[in-house]
């Protein structure tokens, strides 16, 4: 079974500094997407990032951007320029390529701004 | 469009009773789920539905029924809720022929069990 693991419960952040948020996670195929969603005070879940497997190049969406490490497993996303908006729950997430429609995520980070 | 919308937004049940959560979408996805999410574990799948009339378990089913009778509508039955089942639940959609779809969640449902 895939499992996601994020290390870090509560991260904190300057505003306008940059922070990395860590994620790793386990399976045995090659071909799965990973998820970074952002779920703010208001609950409501918000996709921020996705990446491919098969995709070697790092995925960007403006402030936000991953390092994705395919061999060691690796997936951390790394919030520049920290706005007091980016306060909120992050969950990393991954999901089979494979006709499985299962998402997993991991515990989460909450991540604070500090002005 | 209103997206995915849920209701109850709050619910208070006393151990025993049973409630429907009802879970809606407009955006003709066929591909519907509903999550749990409890402090330090993040959301777990409950049960899923990749259409009409076909629903399938996820990691966390027991004390939970769904079913799938038109595209839009997704209910999850707590058929007689425990205290265990106190939790903020989450129901999503996506477009199914793509996993890399993003999957749209509703504004989620805070539920507690006496």
């Known amino acids: 079974a895939q499992t996601v693991t994020q290390s870090q419960p509560e991260m904190s952040v300057q505003e306008a500094e940059t922070v990395t948020l860590s994620c790793t996670y386990d399976?045995?195929?090659?071909?799965?997407?990973l998820f970074w969603y952002k779920q703010p005070p208001s609950r409501q879940m918000i996709l921020v990032i996705r990446q491919e497997a098969y995709k070697q190049q790092n995925a960007t969406e403006n402030r936000f951007s991953v390092n994705f490490q395919k061999a060691a497993k690796s997936f951390s996303l790394k919030i520049s320029d920290s706005q007091l908006g980016d306060a909120a729950m992050y969950f990393c997430a991954y999901i089979s390529n494979f006709g499985n429609e299962k998402l997993t995520f991991g515990t989460g980070t909450r991540l604070t701004i500090i002005p | 469009n209103a997206g995915v919308t849920q209701t109850p937004k709050f619910q208070v049940l006393k151990t025993g009773q049973s409630m429907t959560l009802q879970c809606a979408q407009d955006?003709?996805?066929?591909?519907m789920s509903w999550y749990r999410q409890d402090p330090g574990m993040g959301l777990r799948l409950i049960h899923y539905s990749v259409g009409a009339g076909i629903t399938d378990q996820g990691e966390v089913p027991n004390g939970y029924n769904v079913s799938r009778s038109t595209t839009e509508d997704f209910p999850l039955r707590l058929l007689s809720a425990a205290p265990s089942q106190t939790s903020v639940y989450f129901c999503a959609s996506s477009e199914r022929g793509w996993s890399g779809n993003e999957q749209f969640f509703g504004p989620g449902t805070r539920l507690t069990v006496l």
């Open positions: 399976t045995s195929e090659s071909d799965y997407y």
């Open positions: 955006m003709n996805h066929e591909y």
